[in-house]
């Protein structure tokens, strides 16, 4: 993208707070606009009748939306609000405008869905071969990654809905780490305490992943 062209992509964003459990988008809606969370966490939720499951993520490292702008089809997932923050957000139109007329923007999407397709790929095999614990280790991990603090408000219901459990099992889960001395959680706040350690009680799925996202964020294929 030349300097005028990146010039007007920014100017075309416009700031915007969210909280926990803001809804962005509905199934069966198209995507109104495309969003760029800086310090907040944003999912896309699909649902198979009453239960409900994060199937992608995104915070800081990336933008959520972009992939549908030129599909006529309506979404099959919502757009939920994990973490309160800040995001960028711009209208689906828009969006789509500076993808047709800017090369480098195309190529920036391309290798961008790339790098999603092979994280959602990767938590295909992590849901169906690593435990409740292993994967609560690294959903934690990931996420700190994408707020970009140790510190943020999480609670168990809404850990257990991205990983698709029980209640239950993620009490389970937290208290092992807690016990470890690996995180702290108390009135709706998660910090996590070590996080070298928290990494060696989550499955390789977590470095695989942190590696593909390193590379994305320096301009490389994943």
């Given at each position: 993208m030349n300097l005028r062209g990146r010039g007007t992509f920014l100017t075309d964003l416009a700031p915007m707070s969210i909280r926990a459990h803001d809804r962005l988008s509905l199934p069966g809606k198209?995507?109104?606009k495309v969003f760029f969370p800086v310090g907040a966490v944003i999912s896309a939720v699909c649902a198979s009748?009453?239960?409900?499951?994060e199937v992608h993520g995104v915070g800081r490292e990336g933008m959520i939306g972009?992939?549908?702008v030129f599909s006529s089809k309506r979404s099959r997932f919502s757009l939920v609000c994990q973490i309160s923050g800040s995001?960028?957000?711009?209208p689906s139109p828009i969006f789509r405008q500076h993808v047709t007329t800017s090369v480098e923007l195309r190529q920036i999407l391309s290798t961008y869905s790339a790098g999603v397709l092979n994280f959602m790929m990767q938590s295909i095999v992590c849901n169906g071969l690593h435990s409740v614990a292993q994967r609560c280790a690294r959903w934690l991990l990931v996420t700190r990654d994408r707020v970009g603090a140790v510190d943020f408000s999480l609670t168990h219901e809404l850990l257990a809905r991205m990983l698709g459990v029980r209640r239950s099992s993620v009490s389970i889960a937290l208290q092992r780490l807690a016990s470890l001395k690996l995180v702290r959680y108390r009135f709706g706040r998660m910090r996590i305490v070590d996080p070298?350690?928290?990494e060696l009680e989550s499955c390789t799925c977590y470095r695989i992943v942190a590696r593909d996202a390193r590379r994305l964020l320096n301009g490389r294929s994943p």
């Open positions: 198209a995507l109104p009748g009453d239960a409900r499951m972009g992939h549908d995001i960028l957000s711009m070298r350690g928290l």
